[in-house]
């Protein structure tokens, strides 16, 4: 049984979970290095991500110092994605960010965004 006790919306909640289907972590270039999603339950580590900077090449999204950071996916197996693990209403979570602190970058944070299935 879920404690609702701490939570208003606990009681409208149906159903065994969710299965993520999208994480993106949000860090700052130069200093972001990696950033890590696991479920501290299982130990599991749902989602690493490093960024990819850019080379200068004069391309779309190229552009030197530029950082994309790829998201983490998960869905059906035949198009090509990993499937999805269940997490519960009480699964624990944890996210663990890598910087780089020779670059100065003031408000330097780390958060994610992410998306799922009720199920």
């Not at 989602?47 to 552009?63: I, L, M, T």
């Amino acid at each position: 049984m879920v404690d609702c006790s701490y939570d208003p919306d606990c009681h409208n909640r149906s159903g065994n979970g969710i299965n993520l289907i999208y994480a993106g972590g949000h860090c700052h270039a130069p200093s972001c290095l990696s950033l890590e999603l696991y479920n501290v339950d299982t130990g599991e580590l749902l989602c690493r991500q490093e960024p990819v900077y850019g080379q200068g090449s004069g391309k779309p999204f190229d552009e030197l110092g530029y950082a994309a950071i790829p998201p983490c996916l998960w869905g059906p197996a035949e198009e090509g994605l990993v499937p999805s693990t269940l997490l519960s209403w009480t699964t624990n979570l944890m996210s663990i960010k890598r910087n780089n602190n020779t670059y100065t970058h003031y408000g330097e944070m780390a958060s994610w965004q992410m998306r799922g299935v009720f199920v």
